[in-house]
C-alpha cells in the first residue's frame, strides 16, 4: 500500500517516469485491496501543475538512489595534444 509522500515509477509508459503520491484512496476490488493514486509527476512531458490518477497496478517503489536511464551518447570528440615544439 502506497502513502502520501512515497515516490513511484509509472510503469504504463514507455520510460519510467518518477512521480510522488498526493493521495491514495484504498478499496476492496473483489478479494483483494487496491488504491487509486493521486500523483505529481517529477519529469516528463507535463506541464508543473499536472496531477496524474493511475491505478496502483500501473506504478512500482521508486528506489533510492534513483536508477540511471541510459540515454544514448553522440560520439566522442578526442582532444588532439599539441606536439611539443
Do not use: H, N
Not at 512521480?19 to 493514486?37: H, K, M, N, S, Y
Amino acid at each position: 500500500m502506497y502513502e502520501r509522500g512515497e515516490y513511484v515509477f509509472l510503469t504504463d509508459v514507455p520510460i519510467p517516469v518518477r512521480c510522488r503520491v498526493i493521495d491514495a484512496e484504498t478499496f476492496t476490488a473483489g478479494t483483494r485491496q487496491a488504491q487509486l493514486l493521486k500523483l505529481a509527476p517529477l519529469e516528463g512531458p507535463w506541464p508543473f501543475d499536472t496531477t496524474l490518477i493511475r491505478p496502483d497496478r500501473a506504478v512500482k517503489p521508486a528506489t533510492f538512489p534513483a536508477p540511471i536511464l541510459r540515454r544514448p551518447r553522440g560520439p566522442r570528440s578526442r582532444r588532439r595534444s599539441d606536439p611539443a615544439t
